[in-house]
């Protein structure tokens, strides 16, 4: 197939590395990209630009990685232009896309989820936030790349944050606690169809211990060693097919990845937001460990047959990512210093770039994800740590705690 991915990141590098064997388009890409496929220029948060870039290179099938082109529209503008598409609609990436509406959408589905007030005036905060704490958790009800929210027992902090996306134009979600560890599910779903991939766990705070501000994400390990055996099937039951026929019963199908960002506690799963495409960067560990070829997947839910699809294999084994962060992210990080290093072979490039030189250098603040793969937990965290200590980029950071609590046993549901 002439397939053709939209995106610039490491899932976007991931998805490009598990399609291998296809020809391969990446829009607009990054320096590791350009190594397996033929970069494009794209703006993405242009429907119109993706659809022109598809043309050009007749693709069979466009997959759409970030949120920003799923939300604006490109899935319905290259849907209505001809093309096999691996994306929701723009109205069914609200999913994503708006919060409250993901809520409404659980209350007639009757999911779990954590208790919600929408606040749209900084007047309103205060009164709001007297309903919740003493963990008090205040989401930007838009996109913001993963980092829109703040879980914090200061109240003060919660209520600075609460302003700060008011006053950037979004309203604000105030939530009740979930308790228990995190879950990822993916789901490639294709209306009432709902395939799960493995279960990974994503480690969001930028430094060792879960402290510091959140982030995109720092690394990911899969599958999750302390999971009960029914629990992917328990999150598929209780929350992503009564989504998924609750979307088709308000006449917007869901068709594409549905990622699940779930609390596991006392009574099972309940869920944190869902995401309207795969992860970054749980995919690079999920992809890992996938044996059926993806492009076949992703092309049977783009062409609504999902449902005759066999089932998905998988190795055995565990598979880790760890993320090498540029100086000073999330805040504001450092660009343009030179990355050198053996390590860098397998590395999937999240913020890559050449200069005029010729020479890698970082463009983002995620620079480069490091994936492992082993026989158990513990020989993938070793492999993915043993690259990783090779690369070099002035100021760098990475986290060296990626899975160890799983590895220590310290996770119990």
């Not at 630009?49 to 949120?67: F, H, N, Q, S, T």
């Not at 962060?325 to 450092?334: D, G, H, L, R, T």
Request: with cysteine.
């Amino acid at each position: 197939m002439r397939i053709l991915i939209i995106g610039s990141g490491g899932r976007e590098h991931a998805l490009a590395k598990a399609m291998d064997g296809h020809e391969l388009f990446v829009a607009p890409g990054n320096a590791g990209i350009a190594e397996i496929a033929t970069c494009l220029p794209c703006d993405v948060k242009d429907p119109l630009d993706v659809v022109k870039v598809a043309r050009e290179v007749e693709a069979d099938l466009v997959v759409i990685g970030p949120e920003i082109p799923l939300v604006a529209g490109a899935g319905d503008a290259l849907r209505e232009a001809g093309f096999a598409v691996f994306g929701p609609s723009q109205e069914a990436a609200q999913i994503e896309g708006s919060k409250a509406f993901a809520k409404d959408v659980m209350a007639a589905a009757g999911v779990k989820t954590a208790q919600a007030e929408r606040i749209t005036d900084v007047s309103e905060i205060d009164g709001v936030l007297d309903n919740f704490g003493p963990n008090y958790v205040v989401k930007d009800d838009g996109l913001a790349g993963g980092k829109g929210v703040v879980v914090t027992q200061d109240r003060e902090a919660a209520a600075e944050h609460a302003r700060s996306v008011i006053e950037g134009g979004n309203p604000v979600l105030v939530e009740s606690f979930l308790d228990g560890p995190e879950v990822s599910l993916f789901c490639l779903v294709d209306g009432e169809t709902v395939v799960p991939l493995l279960p990974a766990q994503d480690h969001k705070r930028a430094y060792d211990e879960d402290e510091g501000p959140n982030t995109g994400g720092m690394g990911a390990y899969a599958p999750l060693p302390w999971l009960p055996e029914e629990g992917v099937q328990r999150i598929v039951t209780e929350v992503v097919e009564p989504v998924a026929k609750e979307m088709v019963k308000r006449g917007i199908p869901y068709s594409g990845l549905l990622y699940a960002g779930l609390a596991w506690g006392a009574d099972g799963p309940s869920v944190i937001e869902f995401n309207a495409r795969f992860g970054d960067p749980e995919t690079q560990a999920v992809l890992a460990l996938l044996e059926t070829p993806l492009a076949d997947v992703l092309a049977a839910t783009a062409n609504g047959t999902l449902d005759q699809q066999p089932e998905l294999q998988w190795k055995d084994g565990s598979a880790i990512t760890v993320v090498l962060a540029a100086e000073n992210y999330p805040a504001s990080p450092v660009t343009g210093g030179a990355i050198t290093g053996a390590g860098l072979e397998r590395a999937v490039h999240a913020g890559t770039s050449t200069n005029d030189n010729g020479e890698l250098v970082s463009s983002g603040g995620r620079v480069l994800n490091v994936v492992g793969v082993g026989a158990d937990l513990a020989e993938a965290r070793q492999d993915a740590y043993a690259q990783i200590e090779q690369i070099q980029l002035d100021g760098s950071f990475y986290r060296r705690d990626i899975g160890r609590r799983a590895l220590d046993g310290e996770i119990t549901v």
